[in-house]
Structures are given as structure tokens and as C-alpha cells.
Nanobody, 123 residues
Framework: QVQLVESGGGLVQAGGSLRLSCAAS????????MGWYRQAPGKQRELVAS???????NSADSVKGRFTIFRDNTKNTVYLQMNSLKPEDTAVYYC?????????????????WGQGTQVTVSS
């Protein structure tokens, strides 16, 4: 089994920055691609960014140029650096892991999910 634990969420003013971390433990050999998703109240969960185990990335148009996903395979951790935050970035952010090694894995093909961390951006 795989456990994913997110950290780093919180309250920040618009224009500020946060870095989310997601530490994987357990049968980590099962994970190839990892992704960050978010879900705002009343909205569907959406992809923020994803990364393969060799560093290829994909990100939503809404965060391009502001958010960066990267991973440290020696620490079994994936990060999401979020800069120039906007109120519309407010959501619960989830880390996910997939057996497939593609940055374009569909959401329903992610096998493992974290419990989520709240990010709130005030205007």
C-alpha cells in the first residue's frame, strides 16, 4: 500500500507564495507519475500539475507561469511551488500517485490520493 501525506497549505494574501509538499511512503515502487489536483467549493476536482518519474511535466493553463511542480525521488517527495497566488486559487489541494508514467494521466487513473491540504488566498 502507498500513503501520501500533503503539507504546506495555509492562508496567504493575494500575490503571495506557498510551497506544498507530498511525501510518499509504503510501496512507493508502485508510483510513477504524481500530480497535484485541487477542488474548490461547489466545483469539480481539477488537475493543477503533474510530473513523471523522469521529470516531464504538465500543468493547467490557469497556473502556467505561476506554479511549478517538481520532485525529489531521493526523498520520495513531490512539491508544488505556488507564486503570485490569486483568490481563485483557493481550494483543497490533493496529491495523487499513478502507476502510469505519463504527465497526461487521466484523473481516474491515479491510484493513490492524499487527504488534502487547504489553501486559502485572501484578496
Amino acid at each position: 500500500q502507498v500513503q501520501l501525506v500533503e503539507s504546506g497549505g495555509g492562508l496567504v494574501q493575494a500575490g503571495g507564495s506557498l510551497r506544498l509538499s507530498c511525501a510518499a511512503s509504503g510501496s512507493i515502487f508502485r508510483i510513477n507519475a504524481m500530480g497535484w489536483y485541487r477542488q474548490a467549493p461547489g466545483k469539480q476536482r481539477e488537475l493543477v500539475a503533474s510530473i513523471t518519474n523522469d521529470g516531464s511535466t504538465n500543468s493547467a493553463d490557469s497556473v502556467k507561469g505561476r506554479f511549478t511542480i517538481f520532485r525529489d525521488n531521493t526523498k520520495n517527495t513531490v512539491y508544488l511551488q505556488m507564486n503570485s497566488l490569486k483568490p481563485e486559487d483557493t481550494a483543497v489541494y490533493y496529491c495523487a500517485g499513478s502507476r502510469y508514467n505519463s504527465a497526461y494521466v487521466a484523473q481516474n487513473l491515479y491510484d493513490y490520493w492524499g487527504q488534502g491540504t487547504q489553501v486559502t488566498v485572501s484578496s
